[in-house]
């Protein structure tokens, strides 16, 4: 495949995430260790080869020029299992497709790499960061690559004026010592510093950037930092506000398992998108297809893998891992609510986990519309008590999911060079009056701003008010605070601001 300059060409990449590849050979006997995990995830790994046998002959027939996968090759880090993917990734380099991968929390050093036997589980070998990068050696961590001395982070050139910044954000280190598979995600400081000089290097070459990364760079709803902080990676403000201010502009993420995508305007004025791509082994299994054209404008579009080679019952493959995500997905939204730190109590927890399973089945997705009565019902519920507000204004800005699209859009990037907002933007958000006596009015000209996110604290940071604004005009009544300096928050896809507010 020739492969030239954006300038000169359409560049077609596709996009998929969160593979969880599990080799059947890991599974002795079926039984109650394997079946209790099951029960307890939303992963479709008795179906994962098919799936991503199937996942390798579509991006063949898409035939694209590069073929990113954002984390989570596998279950839990098994060897065998990376060995296998690196297997099937093979098959799409030798048709000439550069491939591109990074970790994701489940793939390195992972405690629970297990072989399963009826009720008994044995350790497996899982992999070091060493191994990964070797077996991974042709799919991104080549000498071709630069690499971070302190993560599995890359940058490399796969066309001449495109470069891909492959962002490590995983914390496999503390696996042993916690005993555990460590869900979150961060930057070091060193990393980071890697990271804004790799991306300044290629805006100083007028490259286009194009990030990889495991975890969600941004928040993908409101609240979603508080609810599942294991999601984003931690201090996301700063991080995204440096990289962006770097030359950032697109972030390939994965993680939640959600179809979902995200724009930021940092505090001084530049753009940075959060494409998340869902899981391929769970409901709808989709993946992304995008046509980067001559003029830089992202056309991204969103398929799904519909048939594999397994028996669905006569079921096509987005019907039947439906039924299986609406058979487990009760299951672990009760066990989430009523475990630590959520602690909520039994009755409440199953009178409002139907509301919430037909929310995340709607999330994942992507372009979640029309609600039932029923979720309507339970997500105001949640928003009047003080212990579930959080929650419930979770599902709100969920359900009201703001532009862009989350499965089909068009971002144009040769309007970001710069980044710069103009005054125009800026004002599109009026806030008055400030100093305040009783009343804050919040007045939004944007339509396509609805949904977002307003918080209120005082200064020692106390959370005093938390709402969804799905109108133009929103107030907040402030008679009831001392005077003094608060804080207002209002954060969106496409906003995300802090003002200090003066009450006398």
Same mark, same amino acid.
Request: hydrophobic share 35%.
């Given at each position: 495949?020739?492969?030239?300059?954006?300038?000169? +060409?359409? =560049?077609?990449? %596709?996009?998929?995430? @969160?593979?969880?590849?599990f080799?059947?050979?890991?599974?002795?006997k079926?039984?109650?260790a394997?079946r209790d995990?099951?029960?307890? @995830?939303? *992963?479709?790994?008795?179906?994962?080869?098919?799936?991503?046998?199937?996942?390798?002959?579509t991006?063949?027939?898409?035939?694209p020029?590069?073929?990113?996968?954002s984390?989570?090759?596998t279950?839990?880090?098994?060897?065998?299992?990376?060995?296998?993917?690196?297997?099937?990734?093979r098959?799409?380099? @030798?048709?000439?497709?550069?491939?591109?991968v990074?970790?994701?929390?489940?793939?390195?050093?992972?405690?629970?790499?297990?072989?399963y036997?009826?009720?008994?589980?044995?350790?497996?070998?899982?992999v070091?960061? #060493?191994?990964?990068?070797?077996?991974?050696?042709?799919?991104?961590?080549g000498?071709?690559?630069?690499?971070?001395?302190?993560s599995?982070?890359?940058?490399?050139?796969?066309?001449?004026?495109?470069?891909?910044?492959?962002?490590?954000? %995983?914390?496999?280190?503390?696996?042993?010592?916690?005993?555990?598979?460590?869900t979150?995600?961060?930057?070091?400081?060193?990393?980071?510093?890697?990271?804004?000089?790799?991306?300044?290097?290629?805006?100083?070459e007028n490259?286009l950037?194009?990030?990889?990364?495991?975890?969600?760079?941004?928040?993908?709803?409101?609240?979603?930092?508080n609810?599942?902080?294991?999601?984003?990676?931690d201090?996301?403000?700063n991080?995204?506000?440096?990289?962006?201010?770097?030359?950032?502009?697109?972030?390939?993420?994965?993680?939640?398992h959600? +179809?979902?995508?995200?724009?930021?305007?940092t505090?001084?004025?530049?753009h940075?998108?959060?494409?998340?791509?869902g899981?391929a082994?769970?409901?709808? %299994? +989709?993946?992304?297809? =995008?046509?980067?054209?001559?003029?830089?404008?992202f056309?991204?579009?969103?398929k799904?893998?519909?048939?594999?080679e397994?028996?669905t019952?006569?079921?096509?493959?987005?019907?039947?891992? #439906?039924d299986?995500?609406k058979?487990?997905?009760?299951?672990?939204?009760?066990?989430?609510?009523?475990?630590?730190?959520?602690?909520m109590?039994?009755?409440l927890a199953?009178?409002v986990?139907?509301?919430?399973?037909e929310?995340?089945i709607?999330?994942?997705a992507g372009?979640e *519309?029309?609600?039932?009565e029923n979720v309507?019902?339970?997500?105001?519920?949640? *928003?009047? =008590?003080?212990?579930t507000?959080?929650?419930?204004?979770?599902m709100?800005s969920?359900?009201? @999911?703001?532009?862009?699209s989350?499965?089909?859009?068009?971002?144009?990037?040769?309007?970001?060079?710069?980044?710069i907002?103009?005054?125009?933007e800026?004002e599109?958000?009026?806030i008055?009056?400030?100093?305040?006596?009783?009343?804050?009015?919040?007045?939004?000209?944007?339509?396509?701003?609805n /949904?977002?996110?307003i918080s209120?604290?005082?200064v020692? /940071? *106390?959370?005093l008010?938390?709402?969804i604004c799905n109108?133009?005009l929103?107030?907040?009544?402030?008679?009831?605070? /001392?005077?003094?300096?608060?804080?207002?928050? =209002?954060k969106?896809?496409?906003?995300?601001?802090?003002k200090k507010?003066?009450?006398?």
């Open positions: 495949m020739a492969i030239t300059k954006t300038g000169a +060409q359409n =560049i077609k990449i %596709c996009v998929a995430s @969160d593979l969880h590849f080799d059947k050979s890991l599974l002795v079926d039984g109650k394997f995990y099951l029960n307890a @995830d939303r *992963k479709m790994l008795l179906e994962s080869e098919p799936i991503l046998k199937a996942l390798i002959d991006i063949l027939f898409e035939n020029d590069i073929f990113i996968v984390g989570d090759l279950k839990d880090g098994e060897k065998q299992s990376h060995i296998k993917v690196a297997g099937y990734l098959k799409l380099k @030798d048709a000439g497709i550069k491939v591109f990074v970790p994701g929390n489940h793939d390195i050093n992972n405690p629970h790499a297990l072989k036997n009826g009720d008994l589980t044995t350790s497996v070998p899982s070091t960061p #060493l191994e990964f990068d070797s077996i991974y050696s042709e799919f991104g961590y000498n071709e690559s630069e690499k971070d001395k302190n599995l982070s890359y940058a490399t050139n796969p066309i001449e004026d495109i470069e891909i910044l492959a962002i490590d954000a %995983c914390k496999y280190d503390s696996n042993y010592v916690k005993k555990t598979n460590v979150g995600g961060r930057l070091r400081s060193s990393t980071l510093d890697w990271l804004v000089n790799k991306s300044e290097e290629a805006s100083r490259k950037l194009i990030g990889i990364m495991h975890h969600g760079m941004l928040e993908h709803f409101g609240g979603q930092k609810l599942f902080k294991d999601y984003v990676i201090d996301y403000a991080v995204s506000d440096k990289l962006a201010m770097a030359g950032l502009k697109i972030v390939f993420t994965g993680h939640f959600a +179809q979902d995508i995200v724009g930021r305007v505090k001084n004025g530049y940075l998108y959060d494409i998340e791509t899981s082994v769970t409901f709808p %299994c +989709q993946y992304r297809v =995008i046509n980067l054209t001559k003029d830089k404008k056309e991204v579009a969103s799904s893998i519909d048939r594999i397994y028996n019952g006569g079921k096509s493959l987005t019907e039947y891992s #439906l299986f995500t058979t487990v997905m009760p299951g672990i939204i009760l066990n989430t609510l009523t475990a630590e730190p959520n602690n109590p039994w009755f199953t009178y986990e139907p509301a919430l399973t929310t995340m709607a999330h994942y372009d *519309k029309n609600p039932s309507i019902s339970k997500m105001n519920y949640l *928003k009047n =008590i003080s212990s507000a959080v929650l419930g204004i979770a709100d969920i359900w009201h @999911d703001p532009l862009p989350d499965l089909n859009t068009n971002i144009d990037l040769s309007n970001m060079n710069n980044g907002l103009s005054k125009e800026f599109k958000i009026k008055f009056p400030n100093p305040v006596k009783n009343g804050l009015t919040i007045v939004n000209s944007d339509a396509h701003l /949904g977002l996110l209120l604290k005082d020692e /940071g *106390k959370e008010i938390n709402k109108d133009k929103s107030n907040l009544d402030m008679s009831r605070y /001392g005077n003094g300096m608060y804080i207002l928050s =209002i969106g896809k496409n906003l995300d601001f802090r507010i003066v009450k006398n």
